[in-house]
């Protein structure tokens, strides 16, 4: 079932400073399974981010002629309960006053308050009427590149999830191809006084984003799903060594995912930056760019990842 439009009012976590007397909230959807029973003896919620230049509807990419491009709706039939969030400013989300204050300390802190909300709701029975109240569930948080590094500060900050997805993204400085050539992308920060708000060209980016396999309707609409991306948090994601300090905090079970051609410069040095992680997955999706979604077998990358967080839920079933 999904996806349910959900809003979560935020305006209380953050500083009056910030907000300017403006309601403040974040606009999400929820995906449940139409079974109930197929929870299992302790349900799995996951909370999935978006990238740079994507909102929510990248984890639930509907392409009329191209089934099959929907994360959450995969995810939720397997039995797990999924919400896809637009990060503050982004997509439905409320755009601050003064966005530039839209830092990712404050944009982690606002995902947070909305996703707290999420659980409480869970617990609480309130979510859904199709939904019964949860008593104990895994807590998932994960995000696909920029909602990556969002996840990781979020979470040593917050301790927001029982488990987090770590998925096109690295520890180790953002690298893409500039033609067939791998580069660091914080060599191309741009310098001085820049826009809130940026727009990726799309096109530059066909071999870092898909495989050569990808349809052309798939790209196009892809492309045409494209949004502004917030420049503080978009800039903030290439900037090499940005989250080193919060990851090395991490200390609950992490999923690494990328593509086979993927932003991480060498994916088995990843879990060295997890220095307090004691249970460390990876996987590499092959056939695969950045976009996993967009691959030509997403659903194993999906199905890996609902096997990961099953598997975590039916070893604390029994604690």
Not at 213 to 233: L, Y
Request: aromatic share 8%.
């Amino acid at each position: 079932m999904g996806p349910v439009e959900l809003e979560f009012d935020v305006t209380a976590a953050l500083p009056a400073a910030i907000t300017g007397g403006q309601r403040i909230t974040i606009s999400a959807w929820a995906f449940l399974p139409d079974d109930p029973a197929t929870l299992g003896p302790l349900p799995v919620a996951m909370t999935l981010l978006s990238g740079g230049s994507y909102d929510k509807r990248y984890h639930h990419a509907v392409i009329p002629g191209h089934p099959g491009y929907s994360a959450a709706e995969h995810l939720c039939a397997l039995g797990n309960v999924v919400l896809l969030a637009d990060h503050l400013g982004v997509g439905g989300s409320s755009r601050l006053p003064d966005q530039k204050q839209a830092t990712r300390h404050i944009v982690a802190l606002a995902m947070h308050a909305a996703v707290s909300q999420f659980h409480e709701r869970l617990a609480a029975g309130t979510l859904h009427p199709a939904l019964p109240p949860l008593a104990r569930f895994l807590r998932v948080g994960g995000g696909h590149s920029m909602g990556a590094m969002m996840t990781v500060i979020q979470q040593a900050a917050h301790r927001s999830h029982d488990a987090i997805l770590f998925v096109g993204y690295t520890t180790q400085g953002v690298h893409f191809f500039h033609g067939q050539t791998r580069v660091r992308a914080a060599d191309f920060i741009p310098q001085g006084n820049v826009p809130d708000y940026s727009r990726n060209a799309r096109e530059d980016q066909r071999y870092n984003f898909h495989w050569h396999d990808v349809p052309a309707a798939v790209i196009a609409a892809d492309d045409a799903m494209a949004v502004e991306t917030p420049s503080c948090i978009g800039l903030a994601s290439i900037r090499t060594g940005i989250i080193a300090e919060e990851a090395a905090r991490i200390d609950v079970p992490v999923f690494f995912g990328n593509g086979e051609r993927d932003v991480s410069p060498d994916p088995r040095a990843e879990p060295a930056a997890f220095a307090a992680c004691d249970d460390f997955t990876l996987f590499l999706l092959p056939g695969s760019a950045h976009c996993q979604t967009f691959a030509g077998t997403p659903h194993l990358f999906w199905n890996r990842i609902h096997l990961w967080a099953r598997a975590l839920a039916e070893t604390r079933a029994g604690t």
